[in-house]
């Protein structure tokens, strides 16, 4: 828990220091799921199009993710235009629904923890300059498995 507040700390300042971009640290390596690692945003204006990013770490010996669940914030509109990178930048093949505040990406192969982490690209993302910053909730669930796992917030500033 201390460890997990000391990041928060860190990740404050970066964000007042570099209003640009952010970083937030969800869980531990020892977390059997994911968690986000960090998150970049670009570019900026009014109400206009950017492009989001966020690097899901993904824990040694942790179980296959089969789907992943970004609950979006309501001060942005979130598209299908998705992409899902590995750690060695190749594609992703996935399917993407998006219901009201909810996108659900669906990995027909599981992800497993070989692949270290995921960059997930929100290509088109609606988001207005006056609001400081949107915050999406993640969550997962594993091969298996029905349940959700929460795997972290990540908090976009806007410019």
Not at 25 to 46: F, M, R, Y
Request: overall charge positive; hydrophobic content about 40%; glycine content about 4%.
């Amino acid at each position: 828990m201390k460890r997990t507040l000391v990041y928060v700390a860190i990740c404050s300042l970066a964000t007042a220091a570099l209003i640009y971009s952010g970083y937030a640290n969800a869980k531990t390596d020892n977390n059997p799921v994911a968690n986000i690692e960090n998150i970049l945003q670009s570019p900026p204006a009014g109400w206009q199009l950017v492009k989001q990013t966020f690097r899901l770490h993904i824990p040694k010996n942790g179980n296959a993710l089969s789907k992943l669940i970004i609950d979006v914030p309501s001060t942005v509109a979130v598209s299908n235009d998705i992409d899902i990178l590995d750690d060695q930048g190749q594609k992703i093949k996935i399917n993407i629904s998006v219901n009201s505040r909810r996108v659900i990406i669906d990995f027909p192969e599981p992800v497993t923890s070989s692949t270290n982490s995921l960059q997930i690209n929100l290509n088109k993302v609606l988001q207005s300059i006056l609001r400081s910053t949107s915050t999406y909730h993640l969550s997962a669930k594993v091969v298996g498995s029905d349940v959700e796992i929460p795997v972290g917030e990540a908090q976009v500033p806007s410019f």
